[in-house]
Structure formats: structure tokens, C-alpha cells
């Protein structure tokens, strides 16, 4: 029951060519899978670029509003840090002006109160006097 090398030559030839078509059919299938697979891969990959392009577009029209934004407000805060300096020199004539007039009110009722208090004396000499007399 041994075989020799030549007689199996011819089962080994008809199991390779019923096997090798198998193989190339299968070879085939994974081919086509394989570029089934790359070209959807490749088409998600695609519309992931375009998903990135238009947010990274968004974000940057979203800095330049925000660059905007930001130019805007700090316009305003110089423009305010300037009436704040303004407001604060009025403010301090304004003080000075205040303390200037406060101390002359304080002279002239001291001057005033010394006036009454001299016109309180003198009448009362002159009170005293005219008693004296009659």
C-alpha cells in the first residue's frame, strides 16, 4: 500500500489545482474585503478632514471676534482709565477748593463770634455805664 513517489505525483498535481483556485478565490475575497475596508477607512478619514477644517475655520473667526472683543474693551478701559485720572485731579482741586473755604468759614465765625463777643462788652460797659448815671 505504499505509494511510491511517482504515483502519488498525480493526486498531489489534482488536490494542487483544486486547492489553488480555492486559494486564489479566497485571495480574491480578501483583496476586495481589504480594499472595501481601506476605501471606506479612507472615506471616514476624508470626511474627519473636513470636519476638522470647518471647526478649525470656526475657531479661528471665533478668535477673531474675540480679538475684536478684546481691542474693543480695551479701547473702552484706557478711555475710562483716562476719565479716571480726569475725575480724580477734579477731585483733588475739588478737596482743595473744599478745605480752602471750610478753614475761611472757620475764620470768619471765629472773627464773627470775637466781633459779638467785643459788641457784648462793649454794650455792656456802656449798659453799666448809663446805670451809673442814673
Given at each position: ?31 476586495k474585503n ?38 474693543s474693551v ?26 480752602a473755604l ?33
Amino acid at each position: 500500500m505504499t505509494m511510491t513517489l511517482c504515483e502519488e505525483e498525480p493526486e498531489v498535481k489534482a488536490e494542487l489545482h483544486w486547492t489553488l483556485p480555492k486559494g486564489n478565490t479566497k485571495v480574491v475575497q480578501w483583496r476586495k474585503n481589504y480594499e472595501r475596508d481601506v476605501i471606506q477607512r479612507t472615506e471616514e478619514l476624508e470626511d474627519a478632514r473636513k470636519k476638522l477644517a470647518i471647526s478649525l475655520q470656526e475657531a479661528a473667526e471665533a478668535m477673531q471676534v474675540a480679538n475684536a472683543k478684546n481691542a474693543s474693551v480695551e479701547r473702552a478701559w484706557h478711555q475710562l482709565h483716562l476719565e479716571l485720572g480726569d475725575a480724580l485731579s477734579e477731585l483733588g482741586k475739588v478737596c482743595s477748593v473744599a478745605a480752602a473755604l471750610d478753614q475761611k468759614q472757620q475764620q470768619s465765625e471765629e472773627a464773627l463770634a470775637d466781633w459779638g463777643k467785643q459788641k457784648h462788652e462793649e454794650s455792656q460797659a456802656l449798659l453799666a455805664a448809663s446805670q451809673k448815671e442814673a
